[in-house]
Structures are given as C-alpha cells and as structure tokens.
T-cell receptor, first 108, second 113 residues
C-alpha cells in the first residue's frame, strides 16, 4: 500500500467553480502535512501547510482528519492560473512522502 | 533569490556511462534531499543528508551514490547508468529534516539510451 494516495483526476472545472479533493495516508504517526503545487515540467512548490484545526490561505482551504487519515484541499472561485497538479505530502520521521498528485484543469 | 540550483538541466547518456548531478542551496539549510519523479509514481526519495557530514539511503538508493560536499552542496552520482534511471531528478533542501517543508530546484531531466 502506498504511504500517500490521491485521486489522479483530472478535475476539469469552469472558472469560478469550487473544486475539492482528498488524499489518504497510511501512517497514523505522521506529524506534518502539506499541499504542494506543481506546474507542468516545473518543480513542486509549497502551497500551504495543513494544521489540525484546518486553515485557509485566500481561496484555498485545507482540512486534516486524523481519525480517518485524510487531508483535503478546497479551491474556491477557481482561476485559470490554478490549473496544476496538487501534491499531498506527509512527513514521517526524517522524510516527506509524496502522493502522485491530483491534476486540476480550470477552463474559461 | 537563487534558492536551490541544479545542474545540468538536461542530459542524455548511454547505458553504462557515469555522471554527477550537482545541487547547491543558498538558504543555509541543514538538510538536503535527492528525489526522482516518474509519471504516476510521485516523488521517491533516493538519498538524503540530514546535516553536513551525514548521508542516508532513502526509498530507492540502488545505482546511486551521494556526497554532501559542504553545507551548500549535495551531489548525486550515477556510476553506471541504466535505462531504468531515465527520470526527472529533483534536489530539495529544508531547514532541518523531517517535519519542515522542502524547497526544490527546477530539476534535471535525464535520459539514458
């Protein structure tokens, strides 16, 4: 079983729509959680950390459910520039474990 | 604002050739990492260096070696390249290991024929 699993998508949404997706993780001892964004043929970049109480950063909201071992990301009022692959990342001891990514395409 | 710099950006090798991928960071980070990224598989950790002077194996270390030359630089060497090592190689750094977010270089695209 993979440490971090994500629905690969793609999620194809119109501008202005809300899109949400989850990832699940297998290690209940995981301590830190992040969402990264990766544009085509570019490096991953940190989008936001995910805190136990949930947190927002502008149009982005992240939630953590430790009991069910999943993390979610919600994007409100989608922009064309939100088109990217979103990587779910979980820390375990010395390292980060990356999901394979969820692809979001926002269309005009 | 260089952050993490990787060289080269592209490379084509023949099977059996060797090469070294270079990575340098200017953020005074203690920890550095080498990943490979393949379609549908996410990033897989090859080796990491929690601090200057230490290196450890990650998930997929076979066929690779690393050197933490100093606090800034962490190189990855392929001694005898194989087609299965065709991939995008990403170097990252973080203030310290484990629970800190990592900052990535823009990658080396390596093809082995």
């Amino acid at each position: 079983r993979k440490e971090v699993e994500q629905d690969p998508g793609p999620f194809n949404v119109p501008e202005g729509a809300t899109v949400a997706f989850n990832c699940t993780y297998s290690n209940s001892a995981s301590q830190s959680f992040f969402w990264y964004r990766q544009d085509c043929r570019k490096e991953p970049k940190l989008l936001m950390s995910v805190y136990s109480s949930g947190n927002e950063d502008g149009r982005f909201t992240a939630q953590l459910n430790r009991a069910s071992q999943y993390i979610s990301l919600l994007i409100r009022d989608s922009k064309l520039s939100d088109s990217a692959t979103y990587l779910c990342v979980v820390s375990n001891d010395y390292k980060l474990s990356f999901g394979a990514g969820t692809t979001v395409t926002v269309r005009a | 604002n260089a952050g993490v710099t990787q060289t080269p950006k592209f490379q084509v090798l023949k099977t059996g050739q060797s090469m070294t991928l270079q990575c340098a960071q200017d953020m005074n980070h203690n920890s550095m990492y080498w990943y490979r990224q393949d379609p549908g598989m996410g990033l897989r950790l090859i080796y990491y260096s929690a601090s200057e002077g230490t290196t450890d194996k990650g998930e997929v270390p076979n066929g690779y070696n690393v050197s933490r030359l100093n606090k800034r630089e962490f190189s990855l060497r392929l001694e005898s390249a194989a087609p299965s090592q065709t991939s995008v190689y990403l170097c990252a750094s973080s203030e310290s290991g484990g629970h800190q977010p990592q900052h990535f270089g823009d990658g080396t695209r390596l093809s082995i024929l």
